[in-house]
């Protein structure tokens, strides 16, 4: 099976090449890697087009104005010839042996539509932490977070990715979790709890500040869920899994205690027992332990 890699990418110079980097020195490589510039204003192109003279499966295709990631992305699989995608951020990396796991996998379950890998985070230069995800996450698991992680993780069949759409663009966040959702239903999604994906962070500098867009993303994929939820004897367990999913993102994100106060008080509310109270202080402490390694590598 021959595997396209696709990197969407908006003046990052400084990492573009640390990721086609670790798409290329794969322990199986990939048949291409597209990279996606998405309107760049700086010289993040040529320093592309400099290495497509020495890389012949290095392919560009550039976008004189901004379309976001989404779109990016879905125009990579569209010019895509392989038959699995590999989608990569530009700011992040691989683990070499990446894409030789996640392919005997795919052959260890040849209906699964998409496999994922656990993954790393790197604090600057201070602390790493890793995450590992569960071998096999099925649609439920998706409810009230995204066990699976960013695009970076994941390994689609190309059929598959066309038969339900590709990414939605008209999602103002969550999109990777929304297509996760999509392809779960098709079938269960597998996973190499491994982490084999490098994140990193520099001051928190990658995630989203926009909080409309954020909230109006979590909320989009509750109410997408609604319906699915209510129908479930738990279902006043699940819904307090995301309050306290909003909890972790008003303070990772927005350091809003008021807000992680409210969501953590209708998680109580939507599961009133002891086993609730124990996840809100757990969620605490996580959340605490995060934001202390981003303040400290930003510092």
Same mark, same amino acid.
């Given at each position: 099976?021959?595997?396209?890699?696709?990197?969407?990418?908006?003046?990052?110079?400084?990492?573009?090449?640390?990721?086609?980097?670790?798409?290329?020195?794969?322990?199986?490589?990939?048949?291409?890697?597209?990279?996606?510039?998405?309107?760049?204003?700086?010289?993040?192109?040529?320093?592309?087009?400099?290495?497509?003279?020495?890389?012949?499966?290095?392919?560009?295709?550039?976008?004189?104005?901004?379309?976001?990631?989404?779109?990016?992305?879905?125009?990579?699989?569209?010019?895509?010839?392989?038959?699995?995608?590999?989608?990569?951020?530009?700011?992040?990396?691989?683990?070499?042996?990446?894409?030789?796991?996640?392919?005997?996998?795919?052959?260890?379950?040849?209906?699964?539509?998409?496999?994922?890998?656990?993954?790393?985070?790197?604090?600057?230069?201070?602390?790493?932490?890793?995450?590992?995800?569960?071998?096999?996450?099925?649609?439920?698991?998706?409810?009230?977070?995204?066990?699976?992680?960013?695009?970076?993780?994941?390994?689609?069949?190309?059929?598959?990715?066309?038969?339900?759409?590709?990414?939605?663009?008209?999602?103002?966040?969550?999109?990777?979790?929304?297509?996760?959702?999509?392809?779960?239903?098709?079938?269960? &999604? /597998?996973?190499?709890?491994?982490?084999?994906? @490098?994140?990193?962070?520099? =001051?928190?500098?990658? %995630? #989203?500040?926009?909080?409309?867009?954020?909230?109006?993303?979590?909320?989009?994929?509750?109410?997408?869920?609604?319906?699915?939820?209510?129908?479930?004897?738990?279902?006043?367990?699940?819904?307090?899994?995301?309050?306290?999913?909003?909890?972790?993102?008003? &303070? /990772?994100?927005?350091?809003?205690?008021?807000? @992680?106060?409210?969501?953590? =008080?209708?998680?109580? %509310? #939507?599961?009133?027992?002891?086993?609730?109270?124990?996840?809100?202080?757990?969620?605490?402490?996580?959340?605490?332990?995060?934001?202390?390694?981003?303040?400290?590598?930003?510092?």
């Amino acid at each position: 099976m021959k595997v396209s890699v696709i990197i969407p990418v908006k003046n990052r110079p400084e990492v573009i090449l640390r990721a086609i980097g670790s798409a290329f020195a794969q322990s199986v490589r990939p048949y291409e890697v597209i990279v996606v510039d998405d309107g760049s204003t700086d010289q993040t192109p040529e320093v592309v087009e400099e290495l497509m003279q020495s890389e012949p499966a290095l392919k560009l295709i550039r976008n004189e104005s901004s379309s976001g990631a989404p779109t990016a992305r879905n125009q990579g699989a569209n010019s895509a010839e392989g038959d699995l995608l590999a989608f990569l951020d530009s700011d992040d990396c691989w683990k070499e042996n990446k894409l030789e796991s996640q392919l005997k996998l795919l052959q260890m379950y040849p209906q699964t539509p998409a496999v994922f890998t656990g993954f790393e985070f790197h604090y600057g230069d201070r602390q790493k932490k890793t995450s590992r995800t569960p071998d096999t996450v099925a649609r439920s698991d998706l409810y009230s977070r995204n066990v699976l992680g960013g695009c970076s993780s994941a390994l689609v069949r190309r059929d598959v990715f066309a038969q339900v759409g590709g990414f939605k663009p008209e999602m103002p966040s969550c999109q990777d979790w929304e297509l996760w959702l999509r392809l779960a239903d098709i079938g269960d &999604l /597998k996973t190499i709890p491994e982490p084999l994906v @490098v994140y990193y962070f520099d =001051g928190g500098m990658r %995630i #989203s500040k926009n909080r409309e867009n954020v909230e109006n993303g979590h909320n989009m994929i509750f109410g997408l869920l609604q319906d699915e939820i209510d129908k479930r004897p738990d279902s006043g367990v699940v819904k307090a899994h995301q309050h306290l999913r909003m909890a972790e993102v008003y &303070l /990772k994100q927005f350091d809003d205690i008021s807000a @992680v106060i409210t969501s953590l =008080g209708r998680a109580i %509310i #939507s599961s009133p027992s002891p086993g609730c109270l124990f996840l809100v202080f757990k969620r605490l402490a996580q959340i605490v332990y995060y934001k202390t390694l981003v303040r400290e590598s930003g510092s």
